[in-house]
């Protein structure tokens, strides 16, 4: 055993590898932008709408200024609003819940499937009330949720489906891509994401023109000409040079996803056998690796021994978000979702990014084992 290599570090991330690959492309645009003068919503946004929508298997895409507007502007362009409830996943980053609550909504918190850790069918049944609008569901770490009886659920209570595709650009689901599935798709280009630019940007996904059209006019302040308005909107619009940098990565996104999965390969195959529960895998789809979350006993101990061997981890998600401080008045008690609560206990999630170095995998997957059997 080297002692350098021993000690060498692995980041969680390495977002500055695939930018200096793509650096030169990336100034030409800059240079290409700037010539043009044209900064928001340009030529570039227009061509990545479009070749964003193709991808999808969508009628359009709407480039918005992040994720967590493209799920606010999702809801009330479906027309959820006060006094509506809307199921969603306790098991989420925040935004999830909180664009329910931005909407005027009221969420309402099913449980999770303990492979998935996506919505429980059964779960979103049990709290369909004579309130509920809509159902958001997350393709949490970029496995795609089991859509078939989601979308049975909503259409027997007609409600609207928004899938939370955060995490899971370029994920199958029985053939078609997320996104294409519910009445909108919500994406994020937040840096660390499977489809990430060089700042903040999103994107809505729907086959509806009406969705659409609402949508184009809602991120622009409601207007449907120039200073006319006919609606409360917003400000949520995506700049050309983000545009850019998501056009330069979309023609380079199906090795970037081959590369995620490669990592979670190598992971998978070096912690079989071991008290570690690898990342299940969808048995009508792919999944993407958005993250690689393992469930392990001891949890906290073996985060530490990870860090401790400067060892990059995240703990996704530290906390149902039914048990959050901001959603006690919605009176959820713990062992209210007992899944989602076992979850938090267990989960960590491991390095990965396109292009991880094989060395890194393998120092990560000896210190683990060492710090599980031990
Ligand atoms: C990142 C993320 C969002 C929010 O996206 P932003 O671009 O950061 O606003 C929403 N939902 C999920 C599941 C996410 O992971």
């Known amino acids: 055993m080297h002692a350098i290599t021993k000690t060498k570090p692995v980041p969680f991330l390495d977002l500055s590898a695939q930018y200096k690959s793509l650096e030169a492309e990336w100034l030409a645009a800059i240079r290409e932008t700037g010539a043009r003068g044209s900064f928001i ?18 009628k359009h895409a709407i480039a918005v200024a992040n994720g967590t507007d493209s799920l606010f502007l999702s809801l009330r362009a479906l027309g959820v609003g006060k006094g509506d409830e809307v199921v969603t996943t306790p098991f989420t980053f925040f935004a999830s819940a909180e664009t329910i609550d931005m909407a005027g ?36 770490f970029g496995y795609p949720t089991e859509m078939g009886e989601i979308m049975e659920i909503a259409k027997k209570h007609k409600l609207a489906v928004v899938e939370d595709c955060a ?23 937040y840096p660390t994401k499977v489809l990430g630019c060089y700042g903040d940007g999103g994107m809505v996904t729907t086959h509806s023109d009406a969705v659409d059209e609402r949508i184009r006019r809602l991120r622009n302040h409601g207007a449907v000409k120039p200073f006319v308005h006919t609606e409360i909107g917003m400000n949520s619009r995506l700049d050309e040079v983000q545009a850019a940098v998501l056009r330069i990565k979309l023609r380079h996104i199906k090795d970037d996803i081959a590369g ?95 292009g991880m170095p094989l060395d890194h995998i393998e120092r990560v997957c000896e210190v683990l084992l060492e710090a599980v059997r031990g």
């Open 167 to 189: 995490q899971s650009f370029g994920a199958l689901h029985n053939g078609k891509v997320v996104g294409s599935i519910g009445d909108t798709g919500s994406f994020s280009f």
């Open 260 to 354: 995620r999965q490669k990592v979670a390969q190598e992971y998978t195959q070096r912690l079989a056998g071991s008290p570690v529960k690898t990342p299940s895998l969808p048995k009508n789809g792919t999944h993407v690796f958005n993250l690689y979350t393992i469930r392990v006993p001891k949890r906290d101990a073996v985060r530490q021994a990870l860090t401790d061997a400067q060892i990059g981890t995240s703990q996704c998600y530290p906390q149902g978000l039914h048990l959050q401080e901001v959603y006690k008045h919605l009176g959820y008690k713990p062992g209210s979702l007992p899944a989602c609560e076992h979850a938090t206990t267990e989960t960590l999630s491991l390095p990965i990014y396109p």
């Open 41 to 58: 919503l340009g030529p570039n946004t227009q061509a990545l709408e479009k070749e964003f929508a193709e991808y999808v298997g969508v």
């Open 105 to 140: 909504a009221t969420p309402v918190f099913a449980d999770i499937l303990p492979g998935s850790l996506c919505l429980d069918p059964a779960s979103v049944r049990a709290r369909i009330t004579a309130k509920t609008k809509a159902i958001v569901t997350v393709h949490i």
